[in-house]
Nanobody, 114 residues
Framework: QVQLVESGGGLVQPGGSLTLLCAAS????????MRWYRQAPGKERELVAT????????NYADSVKDRFTISRDNAKNLVFLQMKSLKPEDTAVYYC???????WGQGTQVTVSS
């Protein structure tokens, strides 16, 4: 069965960096675009970043552009979200999902606070 498992979340100070990882299984990973979403308490879910199946195309929300980088390793079925210059408003649960929106991970908490 399809599984997406996120890891790498945690507590980080403002201005710090963190890298999230999503391990995929149960499908032909290299055939699917992938996305990272986030949801903060009391707010709607936000699309953060998208990467094409080959990794050749990426897109970012304006709120994270130039600070976050999405990448993938098709040999290892992994998707990454490198986050730098983190701000308190980046605090949220971050989810990995197939770009089709049909499968989601369980999420990993990122908290940016001093």
């Amino acid at each position: 069965q399809v599984q997406l498992v996120e890891s790498g979340g945690g507590l980080v100070q403002p201005g710090g960096s963190l890298t999230l990882l999503c391990a995929a299984s149960g499908f032909t990973f290299r055939n699917y675009g992938m996305r990272w979403y986030r949801q903060a308490p009391g707010k709607e879910r936000e699309l953060v970043a998208t990467i094409s199946s080959t990794g050749g195309q990426t897109n970012y929300a304006d709120s994270v552009k130039d600070r976050f980088t999405i990448s993938r390793d098709n040999a290892k079925n992994l998707v990454f979200l490198q986050m730098k210059s983190l701000k308190p408003e980046d605090t949220a649960v971050y989810y990995c999902a197939r770009a089709l929106g049909d499968y989601w991970g369980q999420g990993t908490q990122v908290t940016v606070s001093s």
